[in-house]
């Protein structure tokens, strides 16, 4: 019973890129890093770790508005409220 409960934690933590530590990945990052990872990923996607975080501020904002075009990230950016933008964009920023 324990081990089918652990076993969504354990694949997060295996999903992780090397250097991110489950202590200090907030969980609304967890939305974003299986397209943004903080290290490595598609070159087609654009890296946002080390980006200044009033720039991934303004981007966010912009996908939600629908000022900026996109496939998914308008959809995905109607889901977070402002406070929630600036703690993904802190948490990037953060990031090298």
């Known amino acids: 019973m324990i081990g089918t409960r652990l076993f969504p934690a354990v694949?997060?933590?295996a999903?992780?890129?090397?250097?991110?530590?489950?202590?200090v990945l907030p969980p609304l990052v967890a939305a974003c890093?299986?397209?943004?990872?903080?290290?490595?990923?598609?070159?087609?996607?654009?890296r946002l770790a080390g980006r200044p975080d009033s720039e991934i501020v303004a981007a966010m904002k912009a996908f939600?508005?629908?000022?900026?075009s996109a496939t998914v990230?308008?959809?995905?950016?109607?889901?977070f409220d402002?406070?929630?933008?600036?703690?993904?964009?802190?948490?990037?920023?953060a990031q090298k």
């Open 33 to 46: 890093i299986g397209c943004h990872p903080a290290s490595g990923g598609d070159p087609a996607i654009p």
């Open 73 to 79: 990230m308008d959809r995905i950016a109607k889901g």
């Open 15 to 23: 999903a992780m890129p090397a250097g991110a530590s489950a202590a």
């Open 11 to 13: 694949l997060l933590l």
């Open 64 to 68: 939600r508005t629908g000022g900026r």
């Open 82 to 93: 402002d406070a929630e933008i600036a703690a993904i964009a802190n948490w990037y920023a």
